[in-house]
Each structure stands twice: as C-alpha cells, then as structure tokens.
C-alpha cells in the first residue's frame, strides 16, 4: 500500500484501521492568530512518512467553527491516546501566554509507557522537570518540530496494518513474537479481539507490558476477558 497519512480532528470519528498512528500533545494557542505548532508537525510527518499504508494523525484541535464541549474534547483526547502508536510531545512554552498546564498533566500520565517522544525547543520555559524525566527514562527528545517528528517516525517504523480491536494494540507490542504467538492462537481458535486496554508498560520503548483484551468468539455474542503479562520469556495469560 502507498504510505499517506491522514489527519482526524478532535471530535471526528477514528479510523477502522491504519498501519500506524501518532497524537500531537502540547500546549494549544489561545489566541487564533498565532499558528499551532501541529501544522508544521503535519507537514513533516506527510513528508518522511514512508510505512506500508495509512498512518493515523490525532490532532486534538477541532475544526474551526466546530468546537466541542469541555467533557467531549477531553473524551475524545483520552481515546485517541490510548490508541496511538506514539504520542508526540512538543512543548514550546512561553510564559504566561502559552504556559501549558494540561500539557503537564498529560506528560504526568503518559511519561512511562514507553510510547512517548518530547520535543522541547531551546528556548522553552520551566521544562526542565519534563526533561529531567525524559531524559531518565530514555525518552528520545529533540529541539525542532521537525526533530521531534523524526523521533516519532524513528519509533513507528513501517508500521502494521491493524483494524478493529487491534488498533487498540500499541505497535511495539504488537510486533512481539510473545504477544503475535498468543495472537494467532486466539485467531485460530475462532476467537475475535474486540477491545484492548494497556495497563501497565516498562521501558523505552517498552519491553514489558501488562495488557487485558477482550475476546468474542466468532459464532457467539459473549465476550470474555483476559489479563496479559508480555515479556521476552513468554506471555503468561492471567485469567
């Protein structure tokens, strides 16, 4: 398939199925005439990206003149990461205009899963505890936009083609032997993935994962649960 990429807006629906996905997480302008660094995010990403097939961008900024309600922004944001590949930081902040509070938030929350990349220009203000942690963890980290994208794309790769339940499997998990073998196991026993969540990861990227999928049996409506422990020994259902 030829490499593209395609753009959804907070609030439009996600796509059934992509080879890779990216969300665009930093602070928003506040003042419509300042332009979004996430434009020229898009740009860069449309330009190196060269998987095999559609890769998913989540830019959490509705279309002019579409704007959502405070709780329906916030649910579509949680969404759309969950289901990303990576997760982009790009933090220019600037004191008191562009101070990026959620943004904060939001590293908090995601600074440890092993899907993140941080940007952070040189001229940034009070980013150095995000840096410090960056830094610990080994998350890669960049100064330019442009930068920060080729980190994202280092960690995508090509890609792989997911739809469905499976677009809730991040794709460094995915593309385990550990978790393909288990996978194709489930497959071949008729068993359908409906939904996934991550529920804990260790390392960057990440090496170890604790993953609860939803299964439904392909001829049935019932849907059962299963907790995963993936790691390079092997993955070891819980029930």
Known sequence: MPAEIVVIRAGRPLPASWTAS????????????????????????????????????FLPEPEAGEPLSYPDQIRWEEDAMRMSDVVLFYVPRALPSLPGLVTNVKWGAWHRTGRVVLGSPAEAERNEYLLHFAHELEVPVAGSVEETTRRALARLGSGAR??????????????????????????????VLCSAEVLWADGSPAREWALRAVL????????????????????????
């Open 162 to 191: 997911r739809s469905g339940g499976e677009r809730r499997i991040p794709l460094q998990l995915w593309s385990t032997p550990e978790f393909r073998r288990w996978y194709g196991e489930q497959r071949a026993a008729g068993r």
């Open 22 to 57: 990216v969300y665009l997480c930093g602070p928003t302008p506040l003042d419509p005439a300042v332009p979004s660094w996430r434009a020229e995010a898009v740009h860069h990403l449309g330009r190196l990206w060269d998987g095999d097939g559609e890769l998913a961008v």
């Open 216 to 239: 439904a049996e392909a001829a049935a409506p019932e849907r059962t649960s299963s907790t995963l422990v993936v790691r390079a020994a092997g993955c070891e259902a819980l029930g």
